[in-house]
């Protein structure tokens, strides 16, 4: 989610968003899936970065140039053009805790180096402008146009890896924020460190706790419709966007509906790990790269995003109210069991029941999210052909 540099600034915010809905705070989320052992180091100084030993046809760097503060939409200038089938490295920042109007403050005081991802933070702070309309939200990288994608069609995101680009990540509670807004009653940061060896990956911001470290993108998105014009990157919609979805690490796929030429594909508010409901308002947001296929498919039509691993298909349901998010989760569930196996609504909502594990995605986005755990080992006979 999405840290802004004051709190005076969010809380300004928070007046102005829809109501009854909580922004997103931090930049950054990065949470989901573990290192091979191949590419572990046996331990991360704060300017130690993983190879991912992927070579891509392109590479987005993380430049004000190439940088959208906190929105999509169909008249956003693509930064990148590539083709369908194409591998690309996607750097994106992390801001949070570091403050606007002296971003090296953060780095001097927590001991961190000013390396390439720090540089990138300041440059980006000293140029980016944002959305004249006040429209707010993450620092995301893009928009990516990939060519053949054309309404109509399924943008496939083949998840190859996702990598940090620094030694640390930053979580933040602050009063007002998050699940319990009445009851922080003081802003405060943690810096976690990263710990990384041929056992484990872990991140720790005192001693007696480790976090599993499991990176992704808490926001991939496309753009919505023309008819929506710019919208904010903080409330995840039909188009992906700031999903906050633990489960999107390495060797997964995600799935969006394509509204406009080129699909426009942007990413941020990265995570090294995160709990399910993300309940202070963030988790351990930190700059990541992001290393993804980019599919074009003409033979899939849908109407919402969904993604898939190599055990699960799941599903996605999103809703400013969570009973009914948990309901759409349910709808997008019994559907996608139903087109997989040619099963009636009854029968898959049988399944539903009885074989899939519904989660609390997050609760912080001003639109809940639910997601769906549809495993395929319940379908003993069908062959579900995934690429990872």
Not at 167 to 195: C, I, R
């Amino acid at each position: 989610m999405i840290r802004n540099n004051s709190e005076n600034q969010r809380r300004n915010f928070l007046k102005t968003a829809a109501k009854g809905s909580i922004a997103a705070l931090s930049l950054s989320s990065l949470a989901a899936s573990a290192f091979a052992i191949d590419k572990v180091v046996e331990s991360a100084k704060p300017n130690e970065t993983i190879d991912s030993g992927i070579k891509p046809d392109h590479v987005v760097r993380s430049t004000a140039e190439n940088t959208v503060y906190g929105y999509y939409g169909f008249d956003v200038p693509p930064v990148a053009k590539v083709k369908d089938g194409d591998v690309v490295e996607i750097q994106t920042v992390n801001t949070t805790g570091v403050s606007r109007r002296d971003p090296e403050a953060f780095f001097k005081a927590n001991n961190l180096p000013i390396d390439e991802q720090a540089k990138d933070i300041i440059d980006i702070y000293k140029n980016v402008k944002r959305e004249p309309s006040g429209l707010t939200g993450h620092l995301l990288t893009g928009p990516i146009y990939i060519e053949g994608a054309e309404p109509g069609d399924t943008l496939e995101v083949r998840i190859l890896d996702v990598v940090p680009r620094s030694g640390y990540g930053v979580n933040s509670v602050w009063p007002k924020g998050g699940d319990l807004p009445d009851d922080v009653k003081t802003s405060e940061s943690f810096v976690y460190k990263y710990k990384i060896d041929k056992k484990k990956q872990t991140a720790s911001f005192k001693e007696g706790v480790e976090i599993p470290m499991k990176p992704f993108m808490g926001v991939m998105a496309v753009s919505p419709p023309p008819e929506m014009k710019r919208v904010s990157s903080i409330p995840p919609g039909f188009y992906g966007g700031n999903l906050d979805l633990k489960h999107l690490v390495k060797g997964t796929t995600l799935y969006l509906p394509v509204s406009v030429k080129g699909a426009l594909f942007t990413t941020g508010d990265c995570h090294a790990a995160q709990g399910s409901g993300e309940i202070s308002g963030v988790a351990i947001e930190a700059s990541l790269t992001l290393f993804a296929k980019f599919i074009v498919r003409k033979d899939m039509h849908i109407k919402t995003v969904y993604a898939e691993s190599p055990t699960h298909l799941i599903a996605i349901g999103l809703d400013p109210d969570l009973n009914k998010a948990m309901q759409n989760a349910a709808r997008e569930a019994t559907a996608l069991i139903m087109n997989a196996m040619n099963f009636t609504f009854n029968e898959s909502l049988s399944v539903c029941s009885t074989g899939v594990d519904f989660e609390v995605t997050q609760v912080v986005d001003k639109t809940f999210g639910v997601n769906g755990m549809i495993p395929k080992s319940i379908f003993p006979g069908k062959d579900f052909q995934y690429w990872g």
